[in-house]
């Protein structure tokens, strides 16, 4: 199944909701930053210096000419995570130009988002020739001379700013009610392997998981058995060696670990809801990258507001520039839970954001023309997001209805208004059912119960404030609200003269101004129709005196007006306005039968998709076999002796008998598979048929004052 196939697929299963979308219905914890300067040692400075010229050399022997700015990125990145992840890399150059690796596989190795990051980028073009032995030379002495000025650099300044910054963390933690545990995220595997030992070193031993690309490490083989031995014969072993390993450390880290130092790998699919504190040891320029991976942690679950630590290298004005972009621009860093979806949706690449950046850090050297570069780049990036958030603005006002949008904006803040449609009808049907039972609040949606349905007691229709307040939550399917609504709905309604109070209303409504003063006839019936299940409909029907028709929604606006009877009503409502109920009932089962006719399509597509995709299975496992019968009958041609001859051919007889068999057995599963769709489709042909009944409700003679 091709990419566009499976998005079709997927479509009507999976839909994105956006956390601020239900921010009125679930609490969400905050980010809470933490910003920890550090000034690197003269000799980290030198050393940052001298590889960021030479990657800026015209010709670079040691890169593939196709992946140099690719390559110059990743070295980049890798020279900011530690000296010791730059160091190795730097020997692996070495390596390469000395002829002893053709490929970059110390690179590969160390940077594991590399494979991730080159699909993103532009495809690889094959190496360049050779330069002149001059110039190999003499890059192989500069390589030489930043891999040792490298290798005698063992304390990183900012490997010393960590521990001051795990202390603010934990304490941050603690102050928060949350458990201290911190998961710290680096790009390299070397950088990795240094803090694993740094922080042992500085009374974290034995409380340490690491979590990578391999988990090949002595300590997690011994995690990965021991786990096995505690879960033998449990669901939760899946038998893949690889998944396994990944539970065992994240459980290793829940239950018993403090730390866990992990590479871009647990990034993606991992969740850490448990732990609250995020290192961002070395900071991806990719947004999308950094909310990966605050979002493991920061996710739907997470009990406590979660502590973001970043690193911030006070001689570098590009990371200051990079580190002011990721926190204001694009508010990965604080905020509650989702503040940075909005803007992060508004762009439309991170690895756009990416290629620009490791562009400044190429071309710019002078503190002006990095603030010029990255100020440029925040211009643009502002338009582009502010140009985005117009158009999504534009396409809500496109597709809803304008007074539906307004309503909400003006009423939100409202006691009453912050309910649903359904709960102030409720509300409204509970003031008239139980007004002798009941003592209502003027200013909230809030009564006091003294009647013999349910418990005495005070009860609230806004889950938040009955929370708040201690009271209880009514909602539609609690004991008391279906007593009521069951005994309204079977109540039997006679035909009355109502007389409908819209000046005394307190908001204009659209679409009844014009009628004040005037008079008409209303209809509302209940329709049941049932096919795939039980619907029902309530269908309004009603005209002026004059003949003017009325639609649904402003039925139902008339009937949230006040009202006092005028009793009974006077004569027989007309035949027009039972032959509009016919029209309103035709309308609504064309409307049935249409989504219907569109289910029945899509059940059909789907039945056709599987048996196609069985049928393939089937087909590919033939194609193996006649692949085999080729490599059998190869070797039949290369036997040398009267026996191995005998025997190779005994061989293919067997494999082609048993191809034989299978395009058998193809031919029995397909005309199989082909009577279980017809049966699929026969049975939701047998779901889809109608019955229906029309029960009419009541109908009113009404005048508007």
């Not at 530690?82 to 970059?104: D, K, N, W, Y």
């Not at 007691?457 to 609690?478: I, M, P, V």
């Not at 309204?488 to 309604?493: E, I, Q, T």
């Not at 014009?514 to 209940?526: N, R, T």
Request: glycine residues 6%; negative net charge.
């Amino acid at each position: 199944v091709g990419n566009g196939e499976l998005k079709a697929r997927l479509k009507a299963l999976c839909t994105r909701t956006l956390r601020k979308q239900v921010m009125e219905y679930i609490r969400f914890t905050r980010r809470v930053p933490i910003t920890q300067e550090f000034v690197p040692t003269p000799e980290e400075e030198r050393l940052y210096e001298e590889v960021s010229e030479y990657l800026r050399r015209e010709v670079l022997l040691a890169l593939p000419s196709g992946q140099r700015t690719l390559m110059t990125l990743v070295l980049r990145k890798l020279l900011a995570s530690s000296t010791f992840a730059i160091a190795g890399t730097l020997r692996g150059l070495i390596r390469r130009l000395e002829g002893l690796e053709p490929s970059l596989g110390s690179v590969e190795e160390d940077f594991e988002a590399l494979d991730e990051i080159e699909d993103e980028w532009e495809a690889a073009d094959d190496d360049a020739p050779r330069a002149n032995p001059t110039l190999l030379r003499e890059e192989l002495a500069m390589l030489r001379r930043y891999a040792d000025l490298a290798e005698s650099i063992r304390n990183n300044a900012k490997g010393k700013a960590l521990l001051v910054a795990l202390n603010k963390a934990f304490e941050k933690a603690r102050e928060l009610g949350a458990a201290e545990k911190v998961v710290i995220f680096t790009e390299s595997r070397r950088t990795q392997q240094y803090l694993y030992e740094l922080l042992s070193e500085d009374g974290y031993a034995g409380r340490i998981v690491l979590f990578n690309g391999t988990n090949a490490d002595p300590e997690s083989r011994k995690i990965y058995e021991a786990w096995r031995e505690r879960n033998q014969g449990q669901e939760m072993v899946s038998g893949s060696r690889s998944a396994d390993t990944r539970a065992a450390l994240i459980e290793e880290f829940r239950e018993r670990a403090d730390v866990l130092i992990a590479t871009e790998s647990a990034a993606e699919g991992v969740n850490l809801q448990f732990c609250s504190l995020v290192v961002n040891y070395d900071l991806p320029w990719n947004p999308q990258r950094v909310e990966q991976r605050i979002g493991r942690c920061h996710r739907y679950g997470q009990k406590h507001d979660v502590v973001v630590v970043n690193f911030l290298n006070k001689k570098n004005e590009a990371d200051q520039r990079v580190f002011e972009l990721l926190s204001d621009k694009f508010k990965l860093f604080s905020g509650v839970f989702g503040a940075s979806d909005e803007v992060l949706g508004a762009v439309e690449s991170g690895v756009d954001i990416e290629k620009r950046i490791a562009q400044v850090y190429q071309e710019c050297r002078r503190g002006e023309e990095i603030q010029e570069a990255f100020d440029a780049l925040q211009a643009e990036l502002e338009a582009e997001i502010s140009d985005r958030m117009a158009e999504t603005r534009q396409a809500l006002l496109d597709n809803f209805d304008e007074d539906v949008l307004a309503r909400l904006k003006v009423h939100e803040d409202e006691a009453f208004q912050n309910l649903s449609e359904h709960a102030r009808q409720l509300l409204a049907l509970l003031r008239t059912e139980l007004a002798e039972q009941a003592d209502f609040d003027p200013d909230a949606p809030r009564f006091r119960y003294h009647g013999s349905d349910a418990p005495v007691g005070t009860y609230h229709l806004d889950w938040r404030e009955a929370e708040r307040k201690g009271d209880t939550f009514l909602r539609q399917d609690h004991p008391l609200a279906r007593r009521v609504i069951e005994r309204a709905a079977v109540r039997p309604l006679s035909s009355a003269h109502l007389r409908l109070d819209y000046t005394g209303h307190s908001t204009i409504i659209s679409g009844i101004k014009p009628l004040v003063g005037k008079s008409g006839w209303l209809e509302v019936a209940k329709l049941s129709v049932e096919s795939l299940e039980l619907e029902e409909y309530l269908e309004f029907a009603a005209q002026t005196d004059d003949g003017k028709v009325l639609d649904e929604d402003l039925c139902r606006k008339l009937l949230n007006l006040s009202a006092t009877v005028e009793g009974q009503q006077p004569g027989a409502p007309p035949t027009a306005l039972r032959r509009l109920m016919e029209e309103r009932v035709g309308e609504r089962l064309a409307l049935v039968e249409e989504r219907n006719g569109r289910f029945f399509d899509e059940e059909v597509t789907k039945l056709d998709r599987w048996s196609d995709d069985l049928k393939v299975g089937l087909e590919r496992e033939l194609k193996e076999l006649d692949k085999e019968i080729k490599e059998t009958r190869r070797s039949a041609k290369g036997a040398t002796s009267l026996q191995e001859k005998l025997a190779a051919q005994k061989a293919l007889k067997k494999a082609e008998a048993h191809r034989t068999q299978k395009r058998r057995e193809l031919y029995d599963a397909q005309d199989a598979i082909d009577a279980q769709r017809d049966a699929l489709i026969e049975s939701v042909e047998k779901q889809l048929r109608q019955s229906r009944k029309l029960e009419t409700l009541f109908t009113i003679r009404w005048t508007i004052e």
